[in-house]
């Protein structure tokens, strides 16, 4: 069935690195990718979404491109900050629900 | 606040009890999913509705769990005879999809189970 998968973390960085998180899927078709983030604390929200291939989702200074020859939806951000910590979800779409990644710790260092 | 809210917050079962959950999403959404998500890993689909018609219903939900939504607002799930395994976060969220599907999900905070 359709999956997705996403670098174990958790991930450590100081404030200011460069940000990547790995994610890979698989699905037949093309479905709709997304990267929802969950702060401490706070509930499952929507940081960014792509719904064909070569789209490029951004928002809050993070970017994800939807690559379909290498099946692949990798979270970037060129400079973290410490606000920045949470866990981030890959995601894709199939019919009319979201299947999601284990999830992906951050921790940003000041 | 007009977001999706869920009720209990948190919840403590002796296994072999029953126990039920709600979960009221914002009012325009025709869509409500739950999602079931243990320790380390992602959100895990249980079941959606759209209105009041349940949609789908994952094949990994055992006969114990029902959910309801009985006049296409607010939602309940409820276990029956609780076990030590149910013991996760359940997540609600509700959508409404303008343009098909792919929509932004909206969740609510969740209900933490604890199964002793």
């Known amino acids: 069935g359709d999956s997705v998968t996403q670098m174990e973390g958790p991930v450590t960085l100081s404030e200011e690195a460069f940000l990547t998180i790995n994610c890979t899927y698989t699905a037949t078709g093309y479905p709709s990718l997304f990267w929802y983030v969950q702060y401490p604390g706070e509930g499952l929200q929507l940081l960014l979404k792509?719904?064909?291939?070569?789209d490029k989702g951004s928002n809050k200074g993070f970017e994800a491109t939807y690559r379909k020859e290498t099946t692949s939806f990798h979270l970037e951000k060129g400079s973290v900050q410490v606000s920045d910590s949470a866990v981030y979800f890959c995601a894709l779409n199939r019919d009319d629900k979201i299947i999601f990644g284990k999830g992906t710790r951050l921790h940003i260092l000041p | 606040d007009t977001g999706v809210s869920q009720d209990p917050r948190h919840k403590i079962t002796k296994r072999g009890q029953n126990v039920t959950f709600r979960c009221d999403p914002i009012?325009?959404?025709?869509?409500l999913y739950w999602y079931r998500q243990t320790l380390g890993q992602g959100p895990e689909f249980l079941t959606y509705?759209?209105?009041?018609?349940?949609?789908?219903k994952s094949r990994l939900l055992s006969d114990r769990f029902s959910a309801e939504r009985p006049k296409g607002s607010f939602s309940t799930l409820e276990i029956q005879r609780t076990e030590q395994g149910d013991s996760a976060m359940y997540l609600c969220?509700?959508?409404?999809?303008?343009?098909?599907?792919?929509?932004?999900?909206?969740f609510g905070s969740g209900t933490q189970l604890s199964v002793l």
């Open positions: 509705f759209q209105n009041e018609a349940q949609l789908e």
């Open positions: 009012s325009e959404h025709n869509r």
């Open positions: 792509a719904t064909k291939a070569d």
């Open positions: 969220a509700s959508s409404f999809p303008a343009g098909g599907v792919g929509e932004k999900l909206f």
